[in-house]
C-alpha cells in the first residue's frame, strides 16, 4: 500500500528557512515522479515542485531560486527545502505520487510563516 | 501555464439528486504519449485531496460508481449520480500534462 507522511512544519519567522520532509512506503521514491502541492488557507491547490525519477527538477515561479526538492534514496524520502520564507508560504504543504495518471496524496504538513 | 476554469463554483444539492461540474482547459490536455492527464479530486473540510476520477473516466480505487468523469481535449466533466451526505466537499479538476495546474474548485454542499 502507498503510504506517504509529510511533516517538518512548524512557525516560522519571514526570512527563514523550514526543510519538509516526507517518508515514503509501498513504493521508491528513486524511481517515481514526485511533487510538491500547497494549499493557502482557506484557498485552493497550488502546485510547487517536481523531481523526476531522473532526478530532474522544476519549480513554480512563485518559489524558484528559494525551495530545492530533493530526495534520500536511502531513506526513502523526499525533500523540500525552503528558504528566505515570506508570509505568503504560508500553507498546508502535500508530497504527491504520480503512477500512470493516478496521484497518491500525503496527509499534508502546516508551515506558518509569521513574526 | 494551463489554467483550469470550473464552472458551478458552488453547487447545492438535494440528497438523491444528480450534480455535475464542467471544467475547461486554456489548452489541450492532450500529451504527447497519447494520454490525456486530467483529474477530479475530492477534499472533504479538513481532509487532504483524495484521488476520484483519472485521465478523464477511470475511476480511483475505492471510489464509488456514483462518480463518472467524462469529455476530450479541453472540456472535461464530473458527474455525481445520486449526492450523498458524504460527498459534501470541494470538487477539483486537476491537468497533469503540463506540470500540475488545479481549477478554483467547485463547493458542494446539500440544500
Known amino acids: 500500500e502507498v503510504q506517504l507522511v509529510e511533516s517538518g512544519g512548524g512557525l516560522i519567522q519571514p526570512g527563514g528557512s523550514l526543510r519538509l520532509s516526507c517518508a515514503a512506503s509501498?513504493?521508491?521514491?528513486?524511481?517515481?515522479?514526485m511533487t510538491w502541492v500547497r494549499q493557502a488557507p482557506g484557498k485552493g491547490l497550488e502546485w510547487v515542485s517536481v523531481i523526476y525519477s531522473g532526478g530532474t527538477t522544476y519549480y513554480a515561479d512563485s518559489v524558484k531560486g528559494r525551495f530545492t526538492v530533493s530526495r534520500d534514496n536511502s531513506k526513502n524520502t523526499l525533500y523540500l527545502q525552503m528558504n528566505s520564507l515570506r508570509d505568503e508560504d504560508t500553507a498546508v504543504y502535500y508530497c504527491?505520487?504520480?503512477?500512470?495518471?493516478?496521484?497518491?496524496w500525503g496527509q499534508g504538513t502546516l508551515v506558518t510563516v509569521s513574526a | 501555464d494551463i489554467v483550469m476554469t470550473q464552472t458551478p463554483l458552488s453547487s447545492p444539492v438535494t440528497l438523491g439528486q444528480p450534480a455535475s461540474i464542467s471544467c475547461r482547459s486554456s489548452q489541450s490536455l492532450v500529451h504527447s504519449d497519447g494520454n490525456t492527464y486530467l483529474s477530479w479530486l475530492q477534499q472533504r473540510p479538513g481532509q487532504p485531496p483524495r484521488l476520484l476520477i483519472y485521465?478523464?473516466?477511470n475511476r480511483f480505487s475505492g471510489v464509488p460508481d456514483r462518480f463518472s468523469g467524462s469529455g476530450a481535449g479541453t472540456d472535461f466533466t464530473l458527474k455525481i449520480s445520486r449526492v450523498e451526505a458524504e460527498d459534501v466537499g470541494v470538487y477539483y479538476c486537476m491537468q497533469a500534462t503540463h506540470f500540475w495546474t488545479f481549477g478554483q474548485g467547485t463547493k458542494v454542499e446539500i440544500k
Open positions: 504527491a505520487r504520480s503512477l500512470a495518471g493516478a496521484v497518491y
Open positions: 485521465k478523464i473516466s
Open positions: 509501498g513504493f521508491t521514491v528513486s524511481n517515481s515522479y
